[in-house]
């Protein structure tokens, strides 16, 4: 019988490995493939066929057939449910499936765990990270025209990576076509924030494209002098001289350095232009002699549109019982966003049972943030007086990754499967010029500005940043079937190999001004960024500027990891009524980071670590084990066990600060971080009906062994935070997810036929223990785990016409509050408030070649918002959006 390929010292391990022992002696012979006139035992028994009407509900019970066959508790959404939605990338597709909320529009919390316990792949290799704060993906980068499916992984397997905590996301991007195609779309956009005025500046070259022309780097002249005189001071250049360039000169050299930097930043206002957004995807096959068949997909995506938005940011001091503002913000601002993606995958069919794909990708993000606020201290709170603080950051993001991967059965070898795969990738963080400067301004009582000027006690900073990350995948593993009566048993075993390199390095630079609003000449510093910083100002030395490097902390830092795994698994059908899986993995990992300090020299902090402080490694054993019983034609009980672990990242273990991108907090690495080891526990039980309907109930636990969490030490002010191991953690919940028609509320052929429902929820508690030690004093040291919610609900009703021109959809989705991060010296933990999203895509195929689809998102209206001790302390309205697309498939 030829068997169909499937694509896809703890009491644990001894149980693990008695099952894989006791699979083997029921082994009678290899399954052989079976001649022609010989008679499939598998023909024996009925075929399940399960037919569905209707647009929608054919692909998302296609993709609850793929979920219903996998080993572990998976979770899978294919491109025509995205489709539906109308989700423009990956990040807002995710958050549909049960279980997973959306964070920052970007990270994924799989079962109220923040993103740290999950892992992301691309086609199955694991791809770096151009976000320097965090260790996946940030899922907003791929866009949706270029998805064919995402699987959520929730239970362990011994084929995948053991760092797993809540799931694993695997981004498949669309494969070799079965027919010659040819889609184009086109689409605008509206937001309600577009009736106010865009904050933007001058420069920066041709920004539709998402690239900077330069203009924005630091210049060459200010790392020639750090290379030629060891700083860029007065005092530097003179003592790098060894005096042959006396102080007043070496003051003229600064200047020049200062002229050089890029000052054409005045924030100004304009009208904002509607957003813009297109897709193109083409692909072919071709025959080539009798059995092989060579086939072309490549696809490009390209997004444009300035989002505004307004913000609340307060900072809260005190305790408890008397908690008070210490700092607020109002703020304005626009992100002006460009997305840029390109697909080419390529296949090879040598006959049907050999298959090499290649997939290249490539992704580019440029998020030009531009923002005024009017901030007030403890000192100004409701006084006239207060600063303006004016705040541009601008960064590009990028992605490439080159992957082939080969796919082979050798019918006879006994039906030996064989796959490989090897991954080339590589992300970038650019970030050449996030500039900050300040004035002081008084308001006359109706709230209007009546004066201004800089203020030169807080000088103008730049500072230019870059992230390089690279890293090799590669893997085999070969599976071989055997057969004893209507049996099979597949073994599998495969290697993989892991490498990753990451620079990151970051250069503060500051305009020190010793001219005084009361000096002669001070009025100048009530003028305009631009024309306070201008050349003749700089030139003629009218402000007494000297540009000086304002780094206060260690930022740069080197690192590597390496991992090398090895697995075996064992996978049981016993007459296609129970399944058996069993598995063990093993990994060897290790990895250096080493922090940088200004001299180019490894940092020990002040003497606090040595160089094996900088250093991990740790290898181990995790073992996976999983049933499956169907005991009607209709339904199956799945339960999971397996060990993963979760480890720190390379920003979390080096002893750097760093500043996250999307809360703008400060944070600090501690290479004193351990990894944390997770035991996990599903079960769920699933009902199939031919008509497509579906219901599945599930439970899950997780107990954590040192959980890692952001924490705000005792010495810091503000939102200053630091990474610690917690003691100990566990969550566990309930899970439900349906698929019905709504025909029961009418007769055969009634409308009702042409609606249906699905929707999913989980409800969950979690728990973690944190001692307080000479850094930090949680208020709370027994409390949830950060961004974990305790309930988290998805609905969707869908309608699909009889006549297939029509289409709508509306989407409700809400998740129970969470925390945000913990608080200190009596002050309780900041909550981020439930956001309740509805939104609503229709859909018009006016003929076959066409479709117009309208999507109203944020119907509500909702707001982000972060409360401590019953006071607002963040918040961010993101508008309603209205997105139209045309397209065009041949």
């Known amino acids: 019988m030829k068997t169909q390929p499937r694509f896809t010292a703890s009491k644990l391990s001894l149980a693990v490995a008695s099952a894989i022992s006791a699979a083997t002696l029921f082994t009678a012979s290899p399954a052989f493939a079976q001649d022609e006139n010989n008679v499939d035992p598998g023909e024996d028994f009925p075929i399940e066929v399960i037919e569905v009407t209707g647009r929608l509900r054919a692909h998302a019970s296609a993709a609850m057939e793929e979920r219903r066959e996998q080993v572990a508790v998976a979770d899978l959404m294919g491109a025509e449910q995205i489709a539906r939605t109308g989700d423009s990338d990956a990040a807002a597709a995710l958050r549909r499936v049960t279980g997973l909320t959306l964070k920052d529009g970007k990270f994924i919390y799989v079962r109220g765990l923040g993103e740290r316990y999950s892992s992301t792949s691309l086609n199955g290799a694991t791809v770096p990270s151009p976000d320097p704060t965090r260790n996946v993906v940030p899922l907003d980068m791929f866009p949706a025209s270029i998805i064919e499916s995402l699987s959520v992984q929730k239970?362990?397997?011994?084929?995948?990576?053991?760092?797993?905590?809540?799931?694993?996301?695997?981004?498949?991007?669309?494969?070799?076509?079965?027919?010659?195609?040819?889609?184009?779309?086109?689409?605008?956009?509206?937001?309600?924030?577009?009736?106010?005025?865009?904050?933007?500046?001058?420069?920066?070259?041709?920004?539709?494209?998402?690239?900077?022309?330069?203009?924005?780097?630091?210049?060459?002249?200010?790392?020639?002098?750090?290379?030629?005189?060891?700083?860029?001071?007065?005092?530097?250049?003179?003592?790098?001289?060894?005096?042959?360039?006396?102080?007043?000169?070496?003051?003229?050299?600064?200047?020049?350095?200062?002229?050089?930097?890029?000052?054409?930043?005045?924030?100004?206002?304009?009208?904002?232009?509607?957003?813009?957004?297109?897709?193109?995807?083409?692909?072919?096959?071709?025959?080539?002699?009798?059995?092989?068949?060579?086939?072309?997909?490549?696809?490009?995506?390209?997004?444009?549109?300035?989002?505004?938005?307004?913000?609340?940011?307060?900072?809260?001091?005190?305790?408890?019982?008397?908690?008070?503002?210490?700092?607020?913000?109002?703020?304005?601002?626009?992100?002006?966003?460009?997305?840029?993606?390109?697909?080419?995958?390529?296949?090879?069919?040598?006959?049907?049972?050999?298959?090499?794909?290649?997939?290249?990708?490539?992704?580019?993000?440029?998020?030009?943030?531009?923002?005024?606020?009017?901030?007030?201290?403890?000192?100004?709170?409701?006084?006239?007086?207060?600063?303006?603080?004016?705040?541009?950051?601008?960064?590009?993001?990028?992605?490439?990754?080159?992957?082939?991967?080969?796919?082979?059965?050798?019918?006879?070898?006994?039906?030996?499967?064989?796959?490989?795969?090897?991954?080339?990738?590589?992300?970038?963080?650019?970030?050449?010029?996030?500039?900050?400067?300040?004035?002081?301004?008084?308001?006359?009582?109706?709230?209007?500005?009546?004066?201004?000027n800089l203020n030169t006690q807080d000088a103008p900073k730049y500072v230019y940043s870059k992230l390089e990350d690279d890293t090799v995948n590669y893997n085999w593993s070969a599976a071989l079937p055997i057969e004893f009566g209507y049996n099979v048993a597949t073994i599998k075993a495969g290697y993989e190999y892991f490498e990753r390199t990451r620079e990151s390095y970051a250069t503060r630079l500051g305009f020190d001004v010793g001219l005084s609003p009361t000096d002669p000449n001070g009025d100048i510093l009530s003028g305009d960024f631009d024309q306070i910083f201008s050349d003749e100002n700089i030139a003629n030395d009218t402000l007494d500027i000297e540009l000086k490097d304002a780094s206060t902390d260690t930022e740069d830092y080197v690192a590597a990891e390496k991992n090398d795994a090895a697995f075996v698994s064992v996978d049981i059908d016993f007459d296609d009524v129970w399944r058996l899986y069993a598995g063990v993995r093993y990994e060897d990992f290790r990895r250096v980071t080493l922090p940088i300090d200004p001299e180019g020299e490894v940092s020990d902090e002040g003497g606090r670590y040595d160089m094996s402080d900088y250093a991990i490694a740790e290898d181990g054993w995790f073992p996976?084990?999983?049933?499956?019983?169907?005991?009607?034609?209709?339904?199956?009980?799945?339960?999971?066990?397996?060990?993963?672990?979760?480890?720190?990242?390379?920003?979390?273990?080096?002893?750097?600060?760093?500043?996250?991108?999307?809360?703008?907090?400060?944070?600090?690495?501690?290479?004193?971080?351990?990894?944390?080891?997770?035991?996990?526990?599903?079960?769920?039980?699933?009902?199939?009906?031919?008509?497509?309907?579906?219901?599945?109930?599930?439970?899950?636990?997780?107990?954590?062994?040192?959980?890692?969490?952001?924490?705000?030490?005792?010495?810091?002010?503000?939102?200053?935070?630091?990474?610690?191991?917690?003691?100990?953690?566990?969550?566990?919940?309930?899970?439900?997810?349906?698929?019905?028609?709504?025909?029961?509320?009418?007769?055969?052929?009634?409308?009702?036929?042409?609606?249906?429902?699905?929707?999913?929820?989980?409800?969950?508690?979690?728990?973690?223990?944190?001692?307080?030690?000479?850094?930090?004093?949680?208020?709370?040291?027994?409390?949830?785990?950060?961004?974990?919610?305790?309930?988290?609900?998805?609905?969707?009703?869908?309608?699909?016409?009889?006549?297939?021109?029509?289409?709508?959809?509306?989407?409700?989705?809400?998740?129970?509050?969470?925390?945000?991060?913990?608080?200190?010296?009596?002050?309780?933990?900041?909550?981020?408030?439930?956001?309740?999203?509805l939104d609503f895509t229709y859909s018009f195929f006016p003929a076959e070649s066409f479709a117009i689809k309208f999507k109203a998102k944020n119907i509500l209206g909702e707001q982000t918002e972060y409360e401590q001790q019953g006071i607002k302390v963040y918040a961010k309205d993101p508008g309603t959006e209205y997105t139209l697309q045309f397209s065009y498939t041949y």
Do not use: C
């Open 155 to 452: 239970g362990s397997t011994a084929d995948m990576p053991a760092a797993f905590g809540g799931g694993h996301v695997d981004i498949r991007t669309k494969s070799i076509p079965a027919d010659t195609f040819f889609k184009v779309s086109v689409g605008g956009r509206y937001n309600t924030n577009d009736s106010q005025d865009t904050y933007t500046y001058n420069g920066g070259g041709d920004d539709w494209q998402g690239k900077d022309d330069g203009t924005r780097a630091m210049p060459g002249s200010i790392t020639q002098t750090v290379n030629q005189y060891g700083g860029i001071s007065p005092i530097d250049i003179v003592t790098g001289s060894n005096g042959q360039i006396d102080f007043a000169s070496a003051q003229q050299m600064n200047r020049d350095l200062a002229g050089d930097i890029y000052r054409d930043m005045t924030v100004k206002t304009e009208s904002t232009d509607p957003g813009f957004r297109g897709n193109i995807a083409l692909g072919s096959n071709w025959d080539i002699g009798e059995d092989a068949i060579f086939g072309v997909m490549a696809a490009a995506s390209y997004k444009e549109q300035a989002e505004n938005y307004t913000k609340l940011d307060v900072e809260l001091d005190g305790d408890e019982s008397q908690a008070q503002v210490e700092n607020a913000k109002d703020v304005v601002g626009t992100d002006s966003i460009v997305q840029l993606s390109g697909m080419l995958n390529l296949g090879f069919e040598f006959t049907e049972d050999h298959k090499i794909e290649t997939f290249t990708t490539y992704l580019r993000d440029t998020s030009d943030d531009v923002s005024v606020a009017i901030e007030e201290t403890i000192d100004t709170l409701g006084e006239p007086n207060a600063l303006q603080v004016y705040q541009v950051d601008y960064e590009e993001r990028e992605l490439l990754s080159n992957q082939i991967k080969g796919h082979h059965f050798f019918e006879m070898l006994w039906d030996l499967q064989v796959e490989w795969m090897y991954s080339d990738a590589s992300s970038e963080r650019y970030a050449p010029n996030e500039l900050s400067y300040t004035y002081n301004v008084l308001f006359d009582d109706g709230g209007n500005l009546t004066s201004r």
């Open 624 to 837: 996976s084990l999983s049933v499956t019983w169907k005991d009607t034609d209709t339904t199956q009980w799945r339960l999971g066990l397996s060990k993963t672990i979760v480890r720190p990242d390379l920003r979390e273990v080096s002893p750097v600060r760093f500043q996250d991108p999307v809360t703008g907090f400060d944070f600090f690495g501690n290479p004193e971080l351990e990894s944390s080891d997770i035991y996990n526990f599903d079960v769920r039980w699933e009902w199939y009906a031919e008509s497509g309907t579906n219901l599945s109930v599930g439970g899950f636990y997780k107990d954590i062994a040192a959980p890692i969490e952001p924490i705000q030490r005792i010495s810091e002010a503000g939102r200053q935070l630091k990474f610690y191991n917690a003691d100990s953690g566990y969550i566990y919940g309930i899970e439900t997810e349906f698929l019905k028609d709504l025909s029961f509320f009418g007769d055969d052929g009634s409308v009702w036929e042409s609606f249906f429902i699905t929707g999913n929820l989980t409800l969950s508690d979690s728990e973690i223990d944190i001692s307080p030690n000479g850094e930090i004093d949680p208020t709370n040291e027994t409390r949830r785990m950060t961004g974990h919610s305790e309930w988290v609900t998805n609905l969707q009703l869908s309608f699909d016409s009889p006549d297939d021109y029509h289409s709508a959809t509306l989407v409700y989705n809400v998740f129970g509050e969470r925390i945000a991060y913990g608080g200190r010296g009596g002050l309780d933990d900041v909550y981020e408030k439930p956001f309740h999203s």
